[in-house]
């Protein structure tokens, strides 16, 4: 980066900056942060809209140029009416989106104080949720639209799914019968078509295993798009995995490197491979990528919160000298904590001891309980456990 880009920011940033001091100028908008790296900006609004303001296609449109054109395309985005459309008005316009696990601790500004976006867990570390599809911005579902409209969460859900019926009917015409393995990218630069979205619908990859006489595989490396491979081999899967990672690496949004596929009741689940698998070691890394990235996204979502119980902990991913992969997180002593679920936990004393302990060994000794209200999964803990437990606890360090 160039001194001037590195004092002032890249032009990408000065008109996202630009943009943001727009928004947050106007009354109807009660919170809004600039996301650099997904070049968007989230809005909460103060009469129960969650928006999120994509800048690409205004970055592209106007040339990256800031003036009144802008601001008044801008306006007519963000300044929605007063009150929701009806059910009847909006369902045609609903879809379903996946994001990381952390976008459960989701809240947005309401009329009658903080109401949660409507979310469901869809994979492990991955969850669901619903859009309401507008015009160069999409709206996140929440729960209090759910006694606005009169329906409850499967109707919502099953709308949405239903909306896409068209589009993985289409898709079908891509996959025939063939020999070797061919990977099948379905691009959503715009995020219009949703068509990362099919996987969520019930029976569309198995549909597709059938129609092609294989087992497809799937990866979600962003939120817009998929790649499809069929006839994938074990000597292909490094090679496989490596293009997911450049994908998952370039995404505005990254989602997933981890492949996925269907199991014997056409459900969609994440691929299991043994450890002699020539990919094994890349999709374990893939797989900590994204429980890290979730609990990321949580961390970050909660610790804008003011009623939650007990200190956030972070989540780590730590390389050993023999290039293995573990995660990581800490138990600080004289508060609660609410641990992520890892492969270590790290205690820290107030002697400055500090020492780490397998998941599996600490939950042998002391009871980590489970806070169901989040996901990705937490565990609340208290003060360390007593002295002479502690003493085991250190003598089974690692």
């Not at 008109?15 to 928004?23: D, H, M, N, R, T």
């Not at 379903?96 to 459960?104: I, K, L, S």
């Not at 009169?150 to 015409?173: F, I, K, R, W």
Request: proline share 7%; glycine share 8%.
């Amino acid at each position: 980066m160039s001194f001037l880009g590195g004092v002032f920011g890249s032009p990408r940033d000065r008109f996202g900056k630009k943009i943001l001091e727009q928004v947050r100028g106007y009354e109807v908008v009660e919170f809004a942060r600039f996301d650099p790296e997904a070049f968007e900006i989230a809005c909460r609004l103060r009469n129960g809209y969650a928006a999120t303001l994509k800048l690409e296609t205004l970055y592209r449109r106007f040339g990256g140029k800031v003036g009144a054109e802008l601001f008044a395309v801008i306006d007519s985005m963000l300044l929605p009416p007063a009150a929701r459309e009806s059910w009847e008005e909006v369902s045609p316009k609903l879809r379903p989106v996946v994001r990381r696990a952390g976008y459960g601790t989701v809240r947005v500004a309401a009329a009658d104080g903080r109401d949660m976006v409507l979310t469901r867990p869809a994979l492990p570390y991955l969850c669901e949720l619903v859009v309401i599809d507008l015009p160069s911005t999409v709206q996140f579902v929440t729960r209090q639209d759910l006694s606005r409209w009169g329906v409850d969460e499967e109707q919502v859900y099953a709308v949405a799914h239903a909306n896409l019926t068209e589009l993985a009917m289409s898709t079908m015409t891509a996959f025939d019968q063939g020999e070797g393995v061919r990977v099948l990218d379905f691009t959503d630069d715009d995020g219009e078509n949703y068509v990362g979205s099919l996987p969520l619908v019930a029976g569309w990859l198995a549909g597709v295993g059938a129609r092609t006489g294989t087992t497809p595989l799937l990866f979600l490396p962003g939120h817009l798009g998929m790649l499809v491979v069929l006839g994938a081999t074990p000597a292909a899967m490094p090679q496989l995995l490596a293009l997911a990672s450049e994908r998952h690496e370039a995404a505005l949004r990254p989602l997933s490197a981890v492949p996925y596929t269907v199991d014997g009741n056409g459900d969609l689940t994440p691929l299991r491979v043994p450890e002699d698998h020539p990919a094994y070691a890349e999709i374990r890394h893939a797989h900590a990528q994204l429980v890290v990235g979730a609990y990321r996204s949580q961390t970050e979502n909660l610790r804008d919160e003011d009623d939650r119980e007990g200190a956030i902990m972070e989540l780590l991913l730590v390389s050993a000298p023999d290039g293995s992969e573990y995660t990581m997180t800490s138990w600080t002593d004289g508060t609660t904590n609410l641990l992520p679920a890892a492969d270590f936990i790290c205690f820290v004393t107030g002697d400055g001891d500090v020492f780490r302990v397998a998941w599996d060994d600490v939950s042998g000794l002391v009871p980590l309980e489970l806070a169901d209200e989040y996901d990705p999964p937490r565990f609340r803990v208290r003060d360390h456990p007593p002295a002479e437990v502690m003493a085991r606890l250190r003598a089974l360090a690692r």
